[in-house]
T-cell receptor, first 112, second 112 residues
Framework: NAGVTQTPKFQVLKTGQSMTLQCAQD?????MSWYRQDPGMGLRLIHY???????DQGEVPNGYNVSRSTTEDFPLRLLSAAPSQTSVYFC???????????FGPGTRLTVT | AQTVTQSQPEMSVQEAETVTLSCTYD???????LFWYKQPPSRQMILVIR??????QNATENRFSVNFQKAAKSFSLKISDSQLGDAAMYFC?????????FGAGTILRVKS
């Protein structure tokens, strides 16, 4: 049982490049979400999904796209990377009746 | 909008002693959940303890306990018999539906 997995663990991008951060879970959780962690600000919600085909914006969605074609996967796309998107990104999942959210190991992204 | 405030950016405790981390939150909801997460240098988010707002009894998990004051919107974490492995960043979080709102975090240092 792998839980929540994220790839890559580290990534360096140049300004203007695009990329996709991958997130997968094997717990059949309906709810999945993406957070970014910045120093002094805790984790902030970027986008979330309550099931396949359903996504919604969180607190800081600008510059990011998501889609949810399967229950297992919830990729986060950076359309045109900017230095302000340098951060650690966490994916999390939970089931509708569960209280706890399960977090992936995180991806450290640097945009130069 | 819900907000979570951790007023202590950094705390220190001597090994085997007790330390309390503070957290206050703001919400108009009556039914919600509160959490403390630990983030060691590995970056993994680890759930330490959770509290359901409808429960008056304070949650306890081994050496970790909370002081939940619903009227004051306060949710502090007490760590007893501190150990070197407790050194980490600690985040207080409030759950609304399937979204978590985090505080900025408190770095806990444990001295031997």
């Amino acid at each position: 049982n792998a839980g929540v997995t994220q790839t890559p663990k580290f990534q360096v991008l140049k300004t203007g490049q695009s990329m996709t951060l991958q997130c997968a879970q094997d717990m059949n959780h309906e709810y999945m979400s993406w957070y970014r962690q910045d120093p002094g600000m805790g984790l902030r919600l970027i986008h979330y999904s309550v099931g396949a085909g359903i996504t919604d914006q969180g607190e800081v969605p600008n510059g990011y796209n998501v889609s949810r074609s399967t229950t297992e996967d919830f990729p986060l796309r950076l359309l045109s990377a900017a230095p302000s998107q340098t951060s650690v990104y966490f994916c999390a999942s939970s089931s509708p009746i569960a209280i706890e959210q399960y977090f992936g190991p995180g991806t450290r992204l640097t945009v130069t | 909008a819900q907000t979570v405030t951790q007023s202590q950016p950094e705390m220190s405790v001597q090994e085997a002693e007790t330390v309390t981390l503070s957290c206050t939150y703001d919400t108009s909801e009556s039914d919600y959940y509160l959490f403390w997460y630990k983030q060691p240098p590995s970056r993994q988010m680890i759930l330490v303890i959770r509290q359901e707002a409808y429960k008056q009894q304070n949650a306890t998990e081994n050496r970790f306990s909370v002081n939940f004051q619903k009227a004051a919107k306060s949710f502090s974490l007490k760590i007893s018999d501190s150990q070197l492995g407790d050194a980490a960043m600690y985040f207080c979080a409030y759950r609304t539906r399937n979204k978590l709102v985090f505080g900025a975090g408190t770095i806990l240092r444990v001295k031997s």
